[in-house]
């Protein structure tokens, strides 16, 4: 059974960095793109960033761009994603989602249950 | 403002059909070369899940009252025979090619009267 569970959210001062990490099971992670979406709350779906399966290419939403990275480690089954000058408006529940065997980033076939982030001073 | 424009919200009795359209682009929906578009069910409280890929194909589980098609810059879900069950709310999405990144549409609301 695929599982994807997310970690690492909490509160955040405006400024401030978090790591989120996704471990990932149940399927062979490198064979697979990973993906990071978001919702802040009350709101719609954001795709925050993509990677492929060796980690050699990297996508980011313009919201994100120059202050997030996403990466990979798939020795250990795990998708990160550092997120370093944050703002109030990056308070959302980040979800993990897998890319479909398709390898398009658009078609997230299996999510997480999410990691609720709150940027406030 | 979403890069690609879904209705709020859409209603049926149980059994009827809706439709929810999703418009974008040359640049994402109606661009040649990589046009595919998804949809996802997210019902509150829930993670969303994945309910048309590859414009109109239905991964294994989703019953075929689900449909999905793609026109020009445009695409459509379809529900068929709408159930209490059905109600969620649902996203497009796809692969902005302009951008390098996927755009998500602003969801519908299915509301089963």
């Known amino acids: 059974e695929v599982q994807l569970v997310e970690s690492g959210g909490g509160v955040v001062r405006p400024g401030g960095s978090l790591r989120l990490s996704c471990a990932a099971s149940?399927?062979?992670?490198?064979?697979?793109?990973m993906s990071w979406a978001r919702q802040a709350p009350g709101k719609g779906l954001e795709w925050v960033s993509g990677?492929?399966?060796?980690?050699?290419?990297?996508h980011y939403g313009d919201s994100v761009k120059g202050r997030f990275s996403i990466s990979r480690d798939n020795a250990k089954n795990s998708l990160s994603l550092q997120m370093n000058s944050l703002r109030a408006e990056d308070t959302a529940l980040y979800y993990c989602a897998r890319v479909a065997a398709s390898g398009r980033y658009c078609e997230l076939d299996y999510w997480g249950q999410g990691t609720l982030v709150t940027v406030s001073s | 403002q979403s890069v690609l424009t879904q209705p709020p919200s859409v209603s049926a009795a149980p059994g009827q059909r809706v439709t929810i359209s999703c418009s974008g682009s040359s640049s994402n929906i109606g661009n040649i070369g990589n046009n595919y578009v998804s949809w996802y069910q997210q019902v509150p409280g829930r993670a969303p899940k994945l309910l048309i890929y590859d414009n109109n194909e239905r991964p294994s589980g989703i019953p075929d009252r689900f449909s999905g098609s793609r026109s020009g810059t445009s695409a459509t879900l379809g529900i068929t025979g709408l159930q209490t069950g059905d109600e969620a709310d649902y996203y497009c999405?796809?692969?902005?090619?302009?951008?390098?990144?996927?755009?998500f549409g602003g969801g519908t609301k299915v509301t089963v009267l």
């Open positions: 149940g399927f062979t992670f490198d064979d697979y793109g």
């Open positions: 999405g796809t692969w902005d090619s302009s951008l390098s990144a996927v755009v």
């Open positions: 990677i492929n399966w060796n980690g050699v290419i990297t």
